[in-house]
């Protein structure tokens, strides 16, 4: 099982990044997919969540109307589309997949917001 992040870097206040998890190893079409971060000194925290078929999405509070998640089942992928990036949304950013008490972590992509 792997779940591949991508897409983190530095950006500016304002600015825009799209997270992506590529999945192998497992019925990526039967999971649910989420986003977590951690920022330093802080516990991981869920961002955004998609059912296995994308047709139910869940937001946490700061991430609702700036940020959007997405998945291709055809392409076994998840991505996180960031927009209006605050310096608070500076973390680790983790993909996760669960379903039926399994549950994967992918190692996590730094995305750094600063001027």
């Known amino acids: 099982v792997q779940l591949v992040e991508s897409g983190g870097g530095l950006m500016q206040p304002g600015g825009s990044l799209r997270l992506s998890c590529a999945a192998s190893?497992?019925?990526?079409?039967?999971?649910?997919m989420s986003w977590y971060r951690q920022a330093p000194g802080k516990t991981r925290e869920l961002v955004a969540v998609?059912?296995?078929?994308?047709?139910?999405?869940n937001y946490e509070d700061s991430a609702k109307g700036r940020f959007t998640i997405a998945r291709d089942n055809t392409k076994n992928t998840v991505y996180l589309q960031m927009n209006s990036l605050k310096p608070e949304d500076t973390a680790v950013y983790y993909c996760?997949?669960?379903?039926?008490?399994?549950?994967?972590w992918g190692q996590g992509t730094q995305v750094t917001v600063s001027s």
């Open positions: 996760n997949a669960r379903a039926m008490g399994y549950g994967y």
């Open positions: 190893g497992f019925t990526f079409r039967s999971f649910y």
């Open positions: 998609i059912s296995s078929d994308g047709g139910s999405t």
